[in-house]
């Protein structure tokens, strides 16, 4: 049985004294903050048996904040990997004692969605969600600013004007990225179509607009066809892509613009048609990194969560302070575009 982390193995990890965490761990004298966190992140790294107090002594004076966060799909990767980033960002944030609450919501009925951003609002100091653009959730919005609680959108836009501030892509311009990808890639023009899960979702809506605007405007010779709804379900975006295929052979690209690409990419695979088609999807997962790598997808246009978790953080803890903003505002982070040559 191998024995437990030392000190001084502590000290190694951490890249720092034994003195030093000598101090971090009995309270004596100051140690700057972010080297105490350091130490306190290498001890949980190393299963030192005093993380408990480490974390005490890390974190203690310094003010709680609770904030907390709603997003969609559990079992996802990418929100799984989303989950990851928030805790990171909450715990590292500097200067205070973060505690993240995330919760999920698969429902997409306006009053569930409301629901569910009031009882997370009803425990913490603010809130962040992933969710379509309803009335009844800009109810919410409203009640949760009403009672100080600023409310942030994430990935996609709802209750402009009354959140507190929209984080993530522009969501027009990926639109358009995913069109120039296929205007300039496409051996000669044809067919191109577009899935989005539901124009409820103001950024999926927004990447329509800018996929049709750029053809419009520089690719008239290509064709866009009417929209796919697929509901983000990877069976109906399988059997759709599957169609679309055998009503149009002059198909020559398309853009998942939300959820689903799951689907299609393994429509391509049945029907052993890699290759064939200028394919655009959202995020990098397991799954669009191997469609990648097959050279079924061609480009997968992807958010910095990392990034985009740090900014938020600093976005909540900066509305907790200050109350909300006299003008609600939209930070766009910059988007990752990912190759088969550079994954």
């Known amino acids: 049985m191998a024995s437990r982390p030392t000190i001084s193995d502590l000290a190694k990890a951490a890249n720092v004294s034994v003195a030093t965490v000598d101090r971090v761990l009995n309270g004596r004298h100051k140690v700057r903050e972010d080297t105490a966190r350091r130490v306190y992140d290498a001890a949980n790294e190393i299963g ?60 997409q009925t306006p009053s569930e969605l409301a629901d569910k951003l009031r009882e997370v609002g009803g425990r913490n100091q603010a809130v962040a969600m992933t969710a379509p653009d ?3 959730l800009s109810v919410a919005v409203e009640e949760m600013k ?6 942030f959108s994430l990935l996609s ?12 892509l522009n969501n027009r311009k990926a639109g358009r990225t995913a069109a120039w990808m296929i205007a300039k890639t496409a051996k000669k023009p044809g067919k191109v179509a577009v899935f989005v899960g539901s124009h409820r979702f103001h950024g999926h809506e927004l990447r329509e607009i800018g996929f049709r605007s750029y053809f419009r405007e520089h690719a008239p010779d290509f064709e866009v066809l009417d929209t796919l709804v697929n509901l983000e ?31 299609a990419i393994s429509a391509i695979r049945e029907e052993k048609l890699g290759g064939k088609h200028i394919v655009v999807v959202n995020e990098l997962t ?33 509305a907790v302070d200050s109350g909300p903003a006299a003008a609600p505002g939209q930070t766009f982070l910059p988007m990752e575009l990912h190759v088969p040559e550079n994954i």
């Open 48 to 107: 030192f048996h005093a993380v408990g107090l480490l974390r005490q002594r890390v974190f203690e004076g310094l003010p709680q904040y609770k904030l907390g966060f709603v997003l969609q799909k559990p079992d996802h990767h990418f929100y799984q990997a989303f989950v990851r980033e928030i805790e990171v960002a909450v715990q590292n944030h500097p200067g205070i004692r973060g505690i993240a609450q995330i919760d999920f919501c698969t429902s």
């Open 134 to 136: 309803y009335p009844a």
């Open 146 to 151: 009403a009672k100080g609680v600023p409310v």
């Open 157 to 168: 836009d709802f209750a402009s004007g009354i959140r507190e501030g929209y984080v993530g």
């Open 233 to 263: 379900t990877v069976q109906i975006t399988h059997e759709a892509t599957l169609d679309l295929f055998m009503r149009h052979p002059d198909l020559v690209g398309f853009y998942v613009a939300g959820g689903g690409m799951e689907g």
């Open 286 to 318: 397991p799954i669009s990194r191997a469609g990648l790598a097959d050279e079924i997808v061609t480009l997968a246009i992807a958010t910095p969560l990392a990034n985009l978790c740090r900014e938020l953080v600093q976005l909540m803890v900066e």
